[in-house]
């Protein structure tokens, strides 16, 4: 008998892995219909087991159907059982395990379908509120522990997975190192107020001595200093926001993807850089034979349903426009003249909602990248435009039905400046010391850009709340489970 030692030589020496195979998983529904397609149109039969929640009971004189999803794909399998095996807690929401013979359907559109053999229920349900008909996404909020079985919801957080592993591996082609910066900090980034502070101990006492403690708005600054380091950084994190914003785009907790990039002293490379990040989450859905787009179209009912989210993903397969705020309020002025908006365009009050969403929606028909905003409008970290005093170098990126996903600029890196930023900001210049400390010690043009996640995930799903998209959604006066 091998002792571990020799087992771990044996196994290098044949060059095996040292780690043990996941084989040994019961497998998805997607694993075994993709291992079984050669089944299709033909008399074969392969035994299987199928693990997953029922959505759907129809029994018949002669027999009975369960359809039957482990959501692990919008598509189920279809279970077809003689009368005798049909008891009284098959019924919709109860897990089951079935073992049978998989084959090709007789049915149209059927595919593959499990004549089972055994039915085993692992789970009974008491009067379950998720039926076979449509429900509202309003409805559906207050069934936070379920509301995920539903095929439109679950196909969400699917491609909520597909996007991150997407984003990790843009990046890592493009030499970035994905860091994990805290989630608690003593400063305000954005520098707005709008914070959770944070107290320890049962009795709210200061856990961090006499230091303010927050929940991050944004781990920007503490990417500028990682990025000082190793040139290109970025991380994928929760962002927290006290916003008094009862909206469907608004979120207390969110999820932001966030990019800093040292050597960087100009708007062009960082918006293609934030341009190729967003294709990289939906270019894939142009592939007829891409799963995450499939798996999206399968999960809606409809043709419109179906048709609504084809044009909002070709509506982003192109090169991205670019223009300026001035020329933006220009369009948005002349607009106002042959159909007046909510809201009049105002160059120092800044774009609405109902702006970026008529320009990104009506105007460019795609997303669009708008610059070089007033610095009034923007915090103190940005860097002055070139070409305009009274603006600075930054963009933010609008999509067609959503408005702003992305925001970034150049960082200003001269000690100088950045402090009298900051003082004419009136923000606590202590609590940044060790950000304008980083202006002294081999400072270097830099820049940056963040994404709300879920802003993203509703354009590409056309789920219209934001809400929605979020697990367990947190805004103003709701924070329930």
Request: net charge negative.
């Amino acid at each position: 008998m091998l002792r571990i030692g020799q087992t771990r030589l044996a196994q290098r020496a044949l060059g095996k892995p040292s780690f043990r195979s996941i084989a040994t998983l019961p497998q998805t529904i997607n694993q075994i219909k993709t291992e079984n397609q050669h089944i299709l149109g033909t008399k074969d039969a392969s035994p299987v087991t199928i693990n997953g929640w029922i959505k759907s009971v129809q029994k018949l004189k002669n027999v009975a159907f369960l359809n039957i999803s482990d959501g692990n794909c919008a598509q189920g399998v279809m279970a077809v059982l003689e009368p005798d095996q049909v008891t009284a807690d098959l019924t919709t929401g109860a897990c089951v395990s079935v073992k049978g013979n998989l084959v090709s359907s007789q049915g149209k559109k059927q595919g593959l379908e499990l004549q089972a053999e055994s039915v085993k229920v692992t789970g009974t349900v008491d009067d379950y509120p998720i039926q076979k008909k449509f429900h509202k996404q309003e409805f559906l909020r207050t069934l936070p522990a379920l509301r995920w079985r539903t095929s439109v919801n679950s196909s969400t957080l699917r491609y909520r997975s597909f996007c991150m592993a997407q984003m990790t591996n843009f990046f890592a082609e493009n030499d970035f190192v994905q860091t994990n910066p805290p989630l608690l900090t003593s400063s305000d980034c954005e520098g707005a107020g709008e914070v959770f502070k944070v107290s320890g101990g049962g009795k709210g006492d200061k856990f961090f001595g006499d230091k303010p403690a927050y929940l991050t708005v944004s781990t920007q600054l503490h990417l500028e200093v990682l990025a000082a380091a190793v040139g290109r950084v970025w991380t994928f994190t929760p962002a927290f926001r006290a916003e008094n914003s009862d909206t469907n785009r608004h979120l207390s907790e969110f999820w932001m993807a966030e990019a800093e990039i040292s050597f960087v002293d100009d708007l062009e490379p960082l918006m293609d850089l934030a341009e190729g990040m967003v294709k990289s989450c939906l270019a894939p859905l142009m592939d007829e034979g891409n799963k995450a787009r499939n798996d999206l179209l399968d999960a809606r009912r409809s043709a419109e349903q179906k048709d609504e989210l084809l044009d909002r993903w070709d509506m982003a397969n192109c090169d991205f426009p670019r223009l300026t705020y001035k020329q933006a309020i220009k369009i948005l002025n002349l607009q106002h003249l042959k159909e007046p908006f909510t809201h009049r365009p105002d160059y120092e009050v800044g774009l609405r909602s109902e702006h970026e969403k008529w320009l990104a929606t009506e105007y460019f028909v795609s997303p669009v990248f708008v610059t070089d905003y007033p610095k009034e409008q923007k915090p103190f970290y940005m860097k002055q435009s070139p070409h305009d005093v009274q603006t600075v170098a930054c963009f933010d990126l609008l999509m067609p039905h959503i408005g702003e996903v992305i925001g970034g600029s150049v960082r200003e890196d001269n000690y100088d400046t950045l402090l009298k930023n900051i003082e004419a900001s009136g923000m606590d210049k202590g609590a940044l010391e060790w950000y304008l400390e980083l202006r002294k010690q081999g400072s270097t043009p830099h820049g940056g850009f963040g994404m709300g996640f879920e802003r993203l995930i509703t354009y590409a799903t056309g789920i219209e709340n934001i809400r929605d998209v979020a697990a367990f959604p947190r805004w103003v006066d709701n924070c329930g489970c």
